[in-house]
């Protein structure tokens, strides 16, 4: 409720973009949050933050646990802020208890998960697990035409470590299930086996611009309404590829967006997702057969790219095997998940034994200023983020 406040809105949700001014403060708070436990934080140049706080043992990589301190532009208060402040939690109670673990335990906090202002998500934990080059980060823009780069140099937040160059022994992150299936099934505990393959295109598409008066219906170019079919296109697509596939527009620019004009410009983008990757062209074949279909009856040109891929990914075996022991010895109900989400974990999964722990959250809501997750689930979620830390780090002993 503390970090809440820092881009909070009217309707009880937060906007805090990444590298904006509410990310540097919340950012100056974590910093100052871990150093008063004696964590030394370290920033590589991409802006992702690492809280070291030293164990037994220093010829060992760090167990690390964390999620990110960005949102979307209308986001909740839980979504990656529980996996930060759960693993702050964590670091406090092992300080409280002067506890000494075998390896170090890091807290991470990584830059521009969400994808709202920089596109793709999940961008510096993409960097860093080599998924992208820092370039290719560096140059993203925002929709005003600001850099990546630019903003984080703004903001005070390009470090001196060169992304991707810290070791990590094992990550755990914690986060809301962003689903309906935990509280549904009423499970406090989400196991999460791994994460589902994630596409995502844009396309732009060229019409006309014309008096809404003065032309008639069949002399038009209405890129707005092409555009429209291809979203009932690609909900038809997704549900051709059920039960497990899920297709969306989530974003539309129009041109010149004016009341008697009609449209000439429209961008959109489009999110596919399924647990595998065959389903995955088979979808992307019917959405690209669709725009051809759609679009050139209406006398519309397009481009489209796409603009990102995630493959499916599979998480350690010996890091769930961990939560579940964590999850048993707390005494919560709990159930395997697949996340239906992107995650940091996904790309640190490529470069380090990885998982992740869910909790429900209410009605299942996320990317919404009504998220929300009560103070018992955030514990639970706590909790087992704790037992499993120390589950691993027995390994060590
Ligand atoms: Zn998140």
């Keep these: 409720?503390?970090?809440?406040?820092?881009?909070a809105n009217e309707k009880g949700g937060i906007h805090r973009l990444a590298l904006s001014d509410e990310d540097r403060v919340v950012r100056d708070w974590f910093r100052a949050a871990c150093e008063a436990l004696g964590c030394t934080v370290t920033i590589d140049d991409c802006g992702n933050m690492f809280a070291r706080r030293p164990g037994k043992r220093a010829d060992l990589d760090p167990i690390c646990m964390g999620s990110h301190l960005d949102t979307q532009p209308t986001g909740g208060k839980f979504d990656g802020v529980l996996g930060v402040l759960a693993a702050l939690e964590v670091m406090r109670t092992l300080h409280a208890a002067g506890f000494e673990t075998n390896a170090p335990i890091e807290i991470v906090n990584w830059t521009n998960e969400e994808g709202a202002r920089f596109a793709p998500a999940m961008l510096a934990s993409g960097v860093f697990a080599g998924a992208f080059t820092r370039d290719f980060a560096y140059a993203r823009e925002d929709r005003d035409g600001k850099t990546f780069l630019a903003e984080l140099e703004r903001i005070g937040y390009k470090g001196a470590e060169p992304v991707g160059q810290r070791r990590i022994g094992?990550?755990?992150?914690?986060?809301?299930?962003?689903?309906?299936?935990?509280?549904?099934?009423?499970?406090?505990?989400?196991?999460?086996?791994?994460?589902?393959g994630m596409r995502w295109y844009e396309v732009n598409v060229h019409g006309l611009s014309a008096h809404t008066g003065a032309t008639p219906m069949h002399m038009r170019k209405n890129a707005?309404?092409?555009?429209?079919?291809?979203?009932?296109?690609?909900?038809?697509?997704a549900l051709a590829h059920g039960p497990d596939a899920v297709?969306?527009?989530?974003?539309?620019?129009?041109?010149?967006?004016?009341?008697?004009?009609?449209?000439?410009?429209?961008?959109?983008?489009?999110d596919f997702r399924h647990p595998d990757e065959a389903t995955l062209d088979g979808m992307e074949a019917a959405f690209r057969a669709a725009?051809?279909?759609?679009?050139?009856?209406?006398?519309?040109?397009?481009?489209?790219?796409?603009?990102?891929?995630?493959?499916?990914?599979?998480?350690?075996?010996?890091?769930?095997?961990?939560?579940?022991?964590?999850?048993?010895?707390?005494g919560y109900r709990m159930r395997d998940l697949v996340s239906g989400a992107g995650h940091d974990a996904a790309y640190v999964a490529r470069v380090a034994p990885t998982t992740m722990i869910f909790v429900p959250c209410a009605g299942g809501v996320s990317h919404n200023e009504a998220e929300s997750t009560t103070l018992e689930e955030?514990?639970?979620?706590?909790?087992?983020?704790?037992?499993?830390?120390?589950?691993?780090?027995?390994?060590?002993?």
């Design 1 to 7: 409720m503390e970090t809440a406040k820092i881009g």
């Design 170 to 196: 094992a990550m755990f992150e914690l986060h809301i299930e962003q689903g309906p299936i935990l509280e549904a099934e009423e499970k406090m505990i989400g196991v999460v086996t791994g994460v589902q």
């Design 224 to 237: 707005l309404l092409g555009a429209a079919r291809m979203v009932e296109a690609i909900h038809g697509i």
């Design 247 to 270: 297709g969306t527009v989530g974003l539309m620019e129009v041109e010149p967006n004016s009341r008697n004009v009609v449209p000439s410009e429209v961008f959109f983008c489009v």
């Design 291 to 330: 725009l051809s279909a759609v679009l050139e009856p209406l006398g519309l040109t397009f481009e489209e790219k796409r603009i990102w891929r995630n493959p499916a990914v599979r998480f350690h075996p010996d890091l769930i095997a961990c939560v579940r022991e964590g999850a048993k010895k707390s």
């Design 378 to 397: 955030c514990g639970a979620g706590a909790q087992v983020l704790l037992e499993a830390v120390l589950a691993y780090d027995q390994r060590f002993a």
